[in-house]
C-alpha cells in the first residue's frame, strides 16, 4: 500500500473518531471482508455518496446501461425485461448469448415465447444458465403480458413518475413468478424509465468493504437508503447501480480484489487490511 493511501486511511480514521463512529471493523477473507456487521460506523451521508459517485464515475466512466428504452418503441423494452430474467444468477454474457438466440430465432416477441415449446425455448436460451427454470419464467412473464395486458408490454409497465406509480409498477412485476425484486427493480428503472434502486450482490460486497453499509443485508433496507439518498433521478439511479457492478466486476471483486488499484482505498476498511 502506498505512503499516499496509508496517510489518507489515517486521516479518515482520525475524522471518523472525531465524529464518534468506529472507523471500522475487524475484517477477514470472506465474501464482503466483514466479519461482524455490528461494528460498521454509520451510513454514508447523501454528501458522502456523492463523492463516492464522483470517483467511481471518473474511474469507470459513464455505463449509459440501456439508455434508449424511454426512446425507442416496445421491441426495445422487453428486450430488456427478457434480459433482467436471463441474467438472474448468471453473468450478462450468457444472458445476452441467450438473447441473441431468441432473436435468431424470430421468438422476440411475447406471443412466440408463450407458443413455443418449452424445450425449444430451453434450449435456446441454455447460455444463460438455469435454462429449464428460465425457460419457464420467460413464459410466466410473457403470458401475463398476453393474457392479463393484451400483450401490450408497455401496458404493463405503465405507471407515473411519483413514489406511488412506481410502487404500483413493482408490485405488478412481483406478482408474475419468476420475478423478484431485483429483477423487477431492473425492469422498473431500465425498461419502464422509473425511479427506483437496484441492489445486487456486488452493492453489499462493496458497502459492507467500505465498512459504512445502510444496514442489514436485506433488500428493501438497501433499497430504501438509496432511494432517500440519491432521489428519484432515474438516470443517476441508473448510473449508480452501472457503477457499482461496473467496480465489483473489475476492483472489487468476490477472490483476488484489485484494492491496491482501487480509488476507494483510503475509505475501505477492508483494502486497507489487504
Not at 103 to 121: F, K, N, Q, T, W
Not at 124 to 137: D, F, I, N, T
Not at 210 to 219: I, V
Request: include cysteine; aromatic fraction near 8%.
Amino acid at each position: 500500500m502506498s505512503g499516499r493511501w496509508v496517510r489518507r486511511a489515517a486521516e479518515r480514521t482520525a475524522e471518523a473518531a472525531e465524529r464518534g463512529e468506529r472507523p471500522g471493523a475487524r475484517l477477514t477473507a470472506g465474501p464482503t471482508g466483514v466479519e461482524d456487521p455490528l461494528q460498521y460506523a454509520k451510513p454514508y451521508t447523501a454528501r458522502e455518496l456523492r463523492r463516492i459517485y464522483a470517483t467511481l464515475m471518473e474511474v469507470h466512466g459513464e455505463q449509459q446501461w440501456w439508455p434508449t428504452a424511454a426512446t425507442e418503441g416496445p421491441e426495445q423494452r422487453l428486450e430488456i425485461c427478457l434480459g433482467a430474467i436471463l441474467t438472474q444468477n448468471t453473468a450478462w454474457r450468457g444472458a445476452e448469448a441467450a438473447l441473441a438466440n431468441l432473436r435468431a430465432a424470430g421468438a422476440m416477441s411475447c406471443a412466440a415465447i408463450v407458443a413455443m415449446p418449452e424445450d425449444v425455448l430451453a434450449d435456446l436460451v441454455r447460455p444463460s444458465g438455469h435454462y429449464r427454470v428460465k425457460a419457464r419464467k420467460l413464459q410466466s412473464f410473457c403470458g401475463v403480458v398476453m393474457e392479463e395486458h393484451g400483450g401490450d408490454i408497455d401496458a404493463l409497465l405503465a405507471g407515473t413518475h411519483d413514489a406511488a406509480g412506481v410502487e404500483a409498477v413493482r408490485a405488478r412485476l412481483l406478482r408474475i413468478w419468476g420475478i423478484g425484486p431485483e429483477s423487477a427493480d431492473a425492469i422498473t428503472l431500465y425498461a419502464a424509465r422509473l425511479p427506483t434502486f437496484v441492489v445486487d450482490a456486488y452493492a453489499y460486497r462493496l458497502f459492507e468493504r467500505l465498512a459504512r453499509p445502510p444496514g442489514p443485508r436485506r433488500y428493501d433496507v438497501y433499497r430504501e437508503y438509496f432511494m432517500r439518498m440519491i432521489g428519484a433521478d432515474e438516470w443517476q439511479l441508473n448510473e449508480w447501480h452501472a457503477l457499482i457492478v461496473r467496480h465489483g466486476q473489475r476492483i472489487c471483486r468476490k477472490t483476488a480484489p484489485l484494492c491496491g488499484e482501487c480509488p476507494l482505498l483510503d475509505r475501505c476498511a477492508f483494502g486497507q487490511t489487504q
